[in-house]
């Protein structure tokens, strides 16, 4: 959010993301506020720590009861997705805004892995169909990703292998692992991938 606020500040007004008066101003924060933290908080984080996260660092069964409750909540999130739509254009009104980019960013995590019956949602799937095909997230979606958990899983392993190799007390191995194991924030998958390669190599650059 403080990146897209000096985004707004510094380049040209007639590509703002957050336009209009004050009050469509402010709804468009509100909008964004809502699928950066609600969202994340009642979907995308459960979903990802129990059904990845967990796997992946072998922190025990994933939980079918928080699993149910963030699947509930995702529809919940939907159908206001659909009420939005049915108001206007885009999320917020009349044109796309920062709010439409944060939520088709958050939807397209838990689309990938399949977690959206769109069927049941049909505003919010005409809405989501529209914003994939803006120039900026055609170039997202032609990312090739052939196995997702594969790629992290074997991440994971690598840096497993070197805290056996060369033991515990090799405190920077030791923590990275940590941190790996107790990574369960909602972030998007390349983010993700980008964190883990960083923190690999610079295990490696140690050794």
Known sequence: MVIAEFLEETED?????????PAERAEIRRLTSWFEDKFVREVGAPLLKERYIKRVSIRGNPSSE?????????????DYI?????QGNWLAGKAMSLADLSAA??????????DIDWDRHPEARQWYAKIKSRPSFRVFF?????NIFDLFKMLFYVVVHLCKKFGPSHSHMAQTLRKISCRCHYVT????MTWMCKEIGSILFLL
């Open 13 to 21: 007004q007639a590509t703002s993301l957050i336009w209009g008066t």
């Open 105 to 114: 960013a958050h939807l397209s995590v838990t689309d990938y892995f399949g």
């Open 189 to 192: 998958i390349t983010a993700t």
């Open 66 to 78: 928080v699993m149910r409750a963030a699947m509930a909540n995702l529809h919940n999130h939907l």
């Open 142 to 146: 032609l990312v090739a990703f052939p």
């Open 82 to 86: 659909d009420w939005l739509a049915e």
